[in-house]
C-alpha cells in the first residue's frame, strides 16, 4: 500500500494484549510500544541517519528530482556560459515555468488519488479564452478572470460527478472532456481567429515586475514568515513531548530557505537589460502568484482534515471508507481544484502570449503538465506526493525547454530528452514503490 507523511494508514495499532491488560501496565506497555520515539529528539546525526534510511527504503521525495535539477543547471552553463545564467534568462524561465507548475499543481490532487485528468491543459485554455471574450466586451478584469475560474469550477464539478457518482473511469471522463472542450474553445474563438489580450493588469501578470523595493519586502517577509511558522512548530512539539527535528536541523531549514528567497530577489532586482542607462528589474508578477498558490495548497493538504481524508482516500480507498471519510465528495473536489487551478494556468499563459487561440491548452501543454507532477515526486499509483513537487517538475521541464533552445537544437530533440526525463521519473517511482512495499515503509 502506498503510503505518505500524514496518511493515517501509517499509524501503527497496539496489540490486543496490549489493550487488554489494562490500568498503568497497559499505558506504559502501549507508551513503550507505539508512542516511545514521539518523545526522544533524535540528534543532527541521527536525523541525517534517518533520512538516509528513508531514502534506502524507497522513500526519495523530491531528491531526484532537485538532483536533476542541479544536474541540468550545471550542463547547460557549461554548454552556454554566457546566456543561460544570465539575469534576463532567468527571468524569462521563471516566467515560462510559471503556467507549467501551475498546472501540474492542479494535477497533484488528483494524482493522489490515483486517478488521472487528461483536460486539465484545455480546461485552462477554454477558460482563459472566456476570459479574453469577457474583457473584450468591456467587462472588468477581476470579471474575466472571476469568469474564468468559476468555467474552471463548472468542468470540475461535471468531471467529479461523472468519475464519483457514475463511476465512468477518470482515464474515460477526462480523455472525452480533453476532445470535446477543444470543440467548446474552437466554437468560442472561432476557426483560425484569435483572442487579443490587451488589458494592461492582464497583459503584465507575466511581462510586468513588482518594483525593487516591494520585491526586497516581499522577500523578507516571507523569509520571516517561514522562520516564525517554523519555529513555532518546533516549539509545539517540543511543548507536547511530540517526536521533532533537532534545533540544529530546523535552524538549517530557515536558514536555507532566507537564502534562496534572497538570492532569487537579488537576481531578478538587479538590471536585466542590455542597455546600461535603462533599468528593468524586479520579480515578475508571475513569481509571487505561483509561490501564493504553493503556500495556500501546501496548507490545505499538510495541515488540515481536508489534505489528510485526500492522503487516506489515495493511500487505501476502502479504510478510508470505513473510517467515515466522504469518499465521493473528495473525488469530486479534487477534480474541481484540478480545473479550477488549470483555469488559473491558462490566464497566466494568456498574458504571457497576449492573446488565446483555439488550440490553447492543447498540445503538450497537458504532457508538461503531468510529467512536472511525477518528474518531481508524486506517485502515480496514489498517495504519495506534495504541491513542492509540481514545482521542482515544472522548473525541471522548464530549463530543459529553455536550455535546448538557447542552443538552437531542433524541436525533435526538445520532445526525446523530456520524453526522457518523464520515463526515468516514472521507472524511479515504480522503483521506489517496490521498495517501500518491501521495507514496510
Known sequence: MSTSPGDP???????????????????????????????????????????LDRVKGGDTGALPAVAGLVVLGI???????????????IANLLVQAGSICVLGMALVPVLLLGDIDLSAGVAGGAAAGVMAILVNKGLA???????AVGTGVLIGLCIGLLVARLGIPSFVVTLAFFIGLQGVTLRLIGEGGTVPVRNETLVGIANSALPVTAGWIVAIVVALLFAGLTFNRYRQQVAKNLQHPPLALVIMRIVGVAIILLGIAAILNSNRSRVPNFFVGG?????????????????VFSRTRYGRHVYAVGGNREAARRAGIRITGIRISVFVIASSMAAIAGILDASRLNSVTPDAGGGNTLLYAVGAAVIGGTSLFGGRGKMRDAIIGGLVIAVINNGLSLMNLSSYINFWVTGLVLLLAAAVDAISRRRRNASGI
Not at 498503568?24 to 533520512?51: I, P, Q
Not at 550542463?75 to 554566457?82: E, S, Y
Not at 478584469?141 to 469568469?147: K, R, T, V, Y
Not at 505561483?290 to 496548507?299: A, D, E, I, P, Q
Open 283 to 299: 520579480i515578475p508578477y508571475t513569481v509571487p502568484i505561483v509561490g501564493l498558490l504553493l503556500v495556500v495548497w501546501t496548507f
Open 9 to 51: 494508514s501509517r499509524l501503527d495499532k497496539p496489540s490486543a494484549a496490549t489493550v487488554a491488560g489494562g490500568g498503568a501496565n497497559a499505558t506504559t506497555s502501549l507508551a513503550g510500544t507505539d508512542f516511545s520515539g514521539d518523545v526522544k529528539a533524535t540528534t543532527l546525526s541521527g536525523a541525517w541517519r534517518d533520512y
Open 141 to 147: 478584469w477581476p470579471i474575466g478572470i472571476l469568469g
Open 75 to 89: 550542463v547547460f552553463f557549461i554548454l552556454q556560459p554566457d546566456v543561460f545564467l544570465s539575469v534576463a534568462n
